[in-house]
């Protein structure tokens, strides 16, 4: 193709041939791009809200926690539609919520308001959460999965480094509204791409019924887990609304898998779990997404109260560790079509072990520089293990069932956030309690946070230890089997 042709040519239409999946992944990524940085950009932006709008912190709370819930809640169900009507349509119909809905988070008359429409955008971005990896898996030949995986894993990294940044950045410039704003031309294009680029979504030829009662039973007890758990941060968990939440929750789970067991078509196919290298590599994901909340509530107690470092520096400090990731995720999926999933996968886990050990010399003399130092392990490792281990879990079932493996996957993500964040949370707080008097984390002496920051993190590089294991096991599982 010459170059006047390719000037030629409507930039929305996709160009034949192997460049077209290249355009399918400009749509799926720039998709995922915006749900990633709406996760974490809206958190810098509390305290403004809360001056703008005349209220308190615990409401004001409810933007993120909203936006949150339906992501967790509905994932399952999102990605079971698209199994049965197809991950284009919903991908696509998602993209057009998600960006609907961010004209109107950024037109909100009042807090209210604004944790409304911040549900409705988290209705759109379950879908892209849910069925971005899957889309990818279907357009990318197994050859190139791992790489196509890599490129996804850089693009939730580079979202996770940029929320805080380009949120603080837009507010300084022009006002809280531009966060939302800046998602609408962002999204328009993305949904052209989609439309024109995507090819129509490898769909189960049976006639298929939605299982609605398993979608509720499931929807109430992801939404009573991830607000039990929060409560239980908040007011303990001993408290007598942190039991009844979970409580349900633990019941609402019984009778999910009973009711599943007992369907033909039922929302979540009970047989996949039956398959080793499925079920380990979901709870490896799940242990690893516990211990990076840890490292993002942790680590800015430490810059900002032992360090005494401004919000500005403790960001970009903060950055290091995604962008790391970013960096190295697309060079991990290319090793591990050449190499194999499992020894890439337990690299970066070990690699992320040894950053944790690092973390945990941190103490009150550290430097900028060996702040940098420790967390390189730390970043590289998790850019090592994310792309390869998503491509094993998409490798171990059927097209017709990518939909729902690439809605527990997130759910993996979702829920080891929640848990990492009461868990890992309470963890440092006991910690750093139990060396001195204070009665909270930020009344707490420099040498008593040191101590919390120290132990939390050998324990997490414990839990990293346990993973490693895991992925070792199943690595000798699918060599003795390819004996």
Known sequence: ????????????????????????????????????????????????????????????????????????????????????????????????????????????????????????QGLGAVMISALGAAIVTEVFPHSERGRALGIIGAVVSLGVALGPTVGGLLINISGWRTIFLVNVPIGIFASFVVIRSVPPSIRNTKKQQFDWLGALIMTVTLVCFAVGMTEGQNHGFTNSRTLLLLAIAAVGLVSFLWIESHLKQPMLDLQMFRN??????????????????????????????????????????????????????????????????????????????????????????????????????????????????????LGQVPPERLGIASGLLSLSRTLGQTIGLAIMGTLFALLTLSSSSATDVTTAPPEALVMGVQGTFRIAAIVMFIAAVLVTFLWRMKRDESK
């Not at 990633?36 to 950009?41: E, F, G, P």
């Not at 349509?89 to 009042?110: D, H, Q, R």
């Not at 516990?290 to 680590?299: H, L, P, S, W």
Request: charged fraction near 10%; charge should be neutral.
């Open 1 to 120: 193709m010459s170059i006047n042709e390719n000037l030629d040519r409507n930039p929305l239409e996709p160009p034949n041939g192997t460049s077209a999946k290249w355009w399918a992944m400009l749509g799926v990524g720039l998709g995922v791009l915006m749900f990633t940085i709406d996760t974490s950009i809206l958190n810098i932006a509390l305290p403004t809200l809360v001056r703008v709008f005349h209220t308190n912190f615990a409401t004001i709370q409810w933007v993120v926690l909203s936006y949150l819930l339906v992501v967790t809640a509905v994932v399952l169900g999102a990605a079971r539609l698209g199994d049965m009507l197809g991950k284009k349509p919903l991908y696509l119909g998602g993209l057009i919520l998600f960006t609907v809905s961010s004209l109107l988070c950024g037109l909100a008359p009042g807090d209210y308001w604004l944790i409304g429409f911040r549900a409705l």
């Open 276 to 393: 080793m290298q499925f079920s380990l590599s979901l709870l490896t994901a799940l242990l690893v997404f516990v211990v990076i909340t840890g490292v993002i509530f942790i680590i800015p107690f430490f810059l900002e109260l032992v360090l005494h470092y401004p919000t500005q520096k403790v960001g970009l400090l903060l950055a290091v560790s995604p962008v790391l990731g970013g960096i190295f995720a697309p060079f991990s999926g290319n090793l591990s079509d050449r190499f194999g999933t499992r020894i890439i996968s337990l690299i970066g886990l070990l690699l992320m072990t040894v950053g944790c050990l690092a973390i945990s010399t941190f103490d009150t003399h550290l430097t900028e520089l060996g702040y940098i130092v420790r967390i390189i392990p730390y970043g590289i490792g998790f850019g090592m293990f994310q792309s390869p281990n998503n491509s094993a879990i």
